[in-house]
């Protein structure tokens, strides 16, 4: 399934299908308001950097959109490889988030867009337990870095259950053979996806240091 499916698949569940008519007509014609015209709301899933003169119009539908479950929508829009200028809006709305899958989301697309200029607030924000699970993205995100900061931080979110495998898979990306052993705890785990995902990150290092 390519990217662009899942994301649609994914807003049947939390967002397009469950909009009301009206919010749906809302950003659409606001949408329209700009030159752009869309027949059906989930068209801005299948948004790419051509497009890229839409992301302030979309930015202001979090600022007026109530339910969590629209806004989760227009992140999801949002999450384009190179969008970056929608990055700090989302910071803060990941901050302010009450629903966790809404900061989930957020987080996602955080990592789709990919932005290699927000260490230090990913890692602020990975190491901050209150949000939960809704850090996992954000985590997978510190493994481009390969810095020592990112490398420290993902070693010590490996004791942190609700980022643990997220943890592991960036630490595949940028970990370094002093990490091995922090790895190799995990390799025994109850938990299968654990296991395989520590295993599978220790052969990562191995082979392309050892």
């Known amino acids: 399934m390519s990217l662009v499916e899942c994301r649609q698949k994914q807003i049947g569940?939390?967002?397009?299908?469950?909009m009301t008519k009206e919010t749906k007509l809302r950003i659409m014609n606001r949408l329209q308001q700009?030159?752009?015209?869309?027949?059906?709301?989930?068209?801005?899933?299948?948004?790419?950097?051509?497009?890229?003169?839409?992301?302030?119009?979309?930015?202001?539908?979090?600022?007026y959109l109530s339910d969590e479950s629209d806004k989760e929508f227009i992140v999801r829009c949002l999450g384009v490889k190179g969008f970056t200028e929608a990055i700090p809006k989302m910071l803060t709305e990941f901050k302010n988030a009450k629903n966790n899958y809404y900061r989930w989301a957020i987080a996602n697309s955080i990592n789709i867009i990919h932005s290699m200029t927000i260490e230090k607030e990913l890692i602020e924000l990975s190491s901050n337990k209150k949000y939960g699970t809704g850090r996992q993205m954000l985590v997978l995100s510190l493994g481009e870095y390969k810095s020592d900061l990112s490398i420290n931080c993902?070693?010590?979110?490996?004791?942190?259950?609700?980022?643990?495998?997220?943890?592991?898979?960036?630490?595949?990306?940028?970990?370094?053979?002093?990490?091995?052993?922090d790895i190799e705890m995990y390799c025994n785990s109850d938990n299968n996806w654990i296991k395989k995902t520590a295993i599978n990150t220790a052969k990562k290092i191995r082979r392309k240091y050892l």
């Open 13 to 18: 569940i939390c967002g397009g299908e469950e």
């Open 34 to 63: 700009h030159g752009y015209v869309i027949n059906n709301i989930n068209d801005l899933f299948n948004l790419s950097l051509k497009e890229r003169e839409l992301v302030p119009y979309l930015l202001e539908f979090l600022d």
């Open 154 to 181: 993902l070693v010590s979110l490996l004791n942190d259950e609700d980022v643990r495998g997220h943890a592991l898979q960036a630490l595949g990306k940028c970990g370094k053979p002093e990490v091995l052993s």
